[in-house]
């Protein structure tokens, strides 16, 4: 029998990580194969010869990083059939996570665009009850979103990346606090016993919600303001506590729906003096084409304002410094300051604001402030 502690923390920490966001039908059966597949190699090992702690380690290192490992689960329980052509690929994300954190092992945050429904989302009178699953209800706003019990046609689906009720309490927990969805529809974290956040539903597979993956930026804001990310198809979250990837299922770039959810939070540390107004302007049909400086992957935040009211646009850097950024303006000026983005615009040229999101504090937004090579930009 094997000396090693089944309680060891690595073992607990390297279960956790793998079997992060399966169904919890599926979890606790899949985390004992695991164990009692890792502790039987263990002993065989030391049968061999070998130390209990070099045991351990040998054995873990032959399972697999977790991120691989818990890849290839949900694949199997959280993925229709098709999708499993994608392993390949999501093994290669799980490879570039690596790099990104550092060489430490980051706990796998799992994030889906398959087979979510999104909701029809209306005010006032709703369909009958026994028609339809409500994913969220506001009694605020009188807005209530569902989905008809029969909406399960395979590609009725969210386009968006997604991540399930079940793995944000399991991330809750992690990062110390408590995480739970309310019958409403909304995600709620409490810290300490105090609310930090409520977040509403915005989709639904297999009796479950899903939510968005800003959500997963303000959880581990609220609990480290000083988390940083990194990376833009594949992002990696840093904490005082560790480090977390995140990935979508079907390599697609997480990158425009995860750091979109940044835009406000950067508006209120740059101008805090009031609430502002803003809007992730989709009418961004000029793209500005600008020289940075900055390392090829950094992740940039460009915001201008007009008649009021903030725009932002996201994009990475490419080779050689290269920014290629959208506005609904052709004519930019460049700015450092908050006040300078307050100003009007100067010979038809809006004032614009350059953020590096990646890498800065999220609790310090300002300090990723900087101007590009060129002090204006016209496009035609």
């Not at 399966?22 to 985390?31: A, D, G, I, N």
């Not at 009850?129 to 046609?153: F, G, L, M, P, W």
């Not at 990935?247 to 979109?260: E, H, I, K, R, V």
């Amino acid at each position: 029998m094997t000396t090693v502690s089944r309680t060891s923390p690595a073992v607990e920490r390297y279960l956790h990580h793998a079997t992060m966001g399966l169904p919890p039908s599926k979890r606790t059966e899949v985390r004992d194969e695991l164990e009692e597949h890792l502790f039987c190699r263990v002993e065989q090992l030391e049968w061999q010869g070998a130390t209990p702690e070099h045991a351990l380690h040998q054995a873990l290192s032959e399972l697999g990083s977790p991120v691989r490992v818990s890849a290839a689960l949900n694949g199997v329980y959280n993925m229709p059939k098709m999708i499993l052509l994608v392993g390949t690929a999501a093994l290669a994300i799980s490879a570039a996570l690596y790099a990104l954190a550092g060489g430490a092992e980051p706990m796998a945050i799992p994030l889906t665009t398959s087979g979510v429904v999104s909701p029809n989302c209306v005010r006032g009178v709703v369909p009958p009850a026994d028609t339809i699953h409500v994913i969220s209800q506001s009694k605020r706003d009188e807005v209530t979103c569902y989905v008809k019990k029969n909406q399960s046609a395979p590609w009725a689906h969210s386009a968006n990346p997604l991540i399930s009720g079940s793995a944000l309490e399991q991330l809750a927990k992690d990062l110390g606090g408590e995480g739970h969805v309310s019958t409403e529809g909304f995600f709620i974290m409490t810290v300490s016993q105090r609310q930090v956040l409520e977040w509403r539903a915005d989709g639904w597979k297999n009796g479950e919600r899903y939510f968005s993956p800003g959500l997963v930026v303000m959880m581990l804001k609220s609990a480290d303001q000083n988390v940083t990310l990194n990376g833009y198809k594949a992002v990696v979250a840093r904490t005082s506590k560790g480090a977390y990837s995140l990935a979508t299922n079907d390599g697609s770039a997480l990158g425009p729906a995860l750091y979109d959810e940044l835009v406000g939070p950067a508006i209120a540390q740059i101008r805090p003096e009031r609430r502002q107004q803003w809007s992730m302007n989709r009418n961004r049909v000029h793209t500005h084409r600008l020289t940075t400086g900055l390392p090829e992957g950094e992740v940039v935040m460009l915001l201008t304002r007009t008649k009021g009211v903030y725009t932002g646009d996201i994009a990475p850097v490419l080779a050689n410094g290269t920014l290629q950024i959208r506005s609904s303006s052709p004519r930019l000026r460049f700015t450092s300051t908050a006040a300078g983005l307050g100003m009007a615009p100067q010979n038809n040229r809006s004032a614009a604001l350059l953020v590096r999101l990646s890498g800065v504090p999220l609790g310090n937004l300002k300090s990723g402030v900087f101007v590009p090579n060129q002090p204006v930009s016209d496009r035609p």
